[in-house]
């Protein structure tokens, strides 16, 4: 597994390069060692990449690419935010996050208890934005940027001058805001304060992986793509539009992409971005068809 080193702070890239499944986790090996967001691949190779015992895990948020590793670890205590904390208690909680259909959710449910490793913890810490921890001669804050999901947390490595940015990956697909817990304004708020930060090195959970150069044009860049898909919706919305139609348009996945959530996650989205712009008074809604406003 390959890897690069800040300090006692070790970036462990998944297969890949973090590609979903797979992920980039991040390794402290410190007086008191912890592990956030273990990965698919991690789980292929701890032994060669975690030889030291854990003493505590941090999950950014609930999803199953960030939780697979965390039945290695059954005795580290779970360190969570405390709005994403009860999905990892119950897995019908999980699922009533992720706001699938109840076909998506018989088919997925199997998956992520054999494929990710999903057990349910009861002893979970439950994270507060600003909360600081100590490993000995690292310490890192939780920042909360909410929007993926209501708790996703980012990791500031101040001394280090590093960002874990999550599921806030950086890569040219933009951000995703998909889950019943989801919020568009939230998810645009978030990525400016991860702009306002100022971390010289961001580190994504997926394929960007570890950027140092020009971080802040780097998030502009994947937050500008939120309005480009705003765009697309509107350019759509000037003939009156049904939410099926909208969903079928797949302004933000491929048409070509065919997994069993991904009518799901395309209708969670869109209604999101139809939200907004109704609030901005750019888009009309009559029951039925959503229009784009004129004048």
Not at 214 to 237: G, H, K, P, S, T
Request: aromatic residues 12%; contains cysteine; hydrophobic residues 40%.
């Amino acid at each position: 597994m390959q890897g690069k080193r800040f300090g006692r702070i070790h970036v462990l890239l998944g297969k890949n390069n973090g590609k979903y499944p797979h992920g980039n986790s991040i390794l402290i090996d410190d007086d008191t060692t912890a592990l956030i967001d273990p990965s698919l691949t991690l789980v292929e190779l701890h032994r060669q990449t975690v030889p030291r015992h854990i003493d505590c895990l941090f999950n950014s948020h609930y999803h199953e690419d960030h939780f697979a590793g965390n039945f290695l670890f059954p005795d580290a205590p779970l360190h969570i935010h405390a709005l994403d904390a009860p999905a990892l208690r119950s897995l019908d909680t999980l699922f009533d996050y992720y706001g699938m259909d109840r076909g998506a959710t018989e088919a997925w449910k199997p998956v992520v208890v054999e494929k990710y490793h999903y057990q349910p913890r009861e002893q979970i810490v439950e994270l507060a934005d600003g909360a600081v921890f100590d490993f000995g001669r690292t310490r890192m804050r939780v920042v909360h940027t909410p929007g993926h999901t209501a708790g996703h947390c980012c990791f500031f490595f101040e001394k280090e001058g590093l960002l874990f940015v999550g599921d806030w990956d950086l890569t040219w697909f933009g951000p995703v805001y998909a889950d019943a817990t989801s919020d568009l304004d939230a998810t645009i708020a978030s990525l400016h304060s991860i702009q306002a930060l100022g971390a010289p090195t961001l580190v994504s959970f997926h394929e960007a992986g570890i950027c140092t150069d020009n971080a802040v044009e780097v998030v502009q860049r994947y937050l500008n793509v939120i309005y480009e898909r705003e765009q697309m919706l509107l350019d759509f919305l000037t003939l009156p539009r049904t939410l099926e139609e909208i969903v079928k348009r797949r302004i933000i996945y491929r048409k070509d992409y065919n997994v069993v959530w991904i009518d799901a996650v395309e209708r969670n989205s869109m209604l999101l971005h139809l939200g907004k712009l109704m609030r901005e008074g750019r888009v009309w809604w009559d029951g039925e068809r959503y229009g784009r406003t004129t004048g």
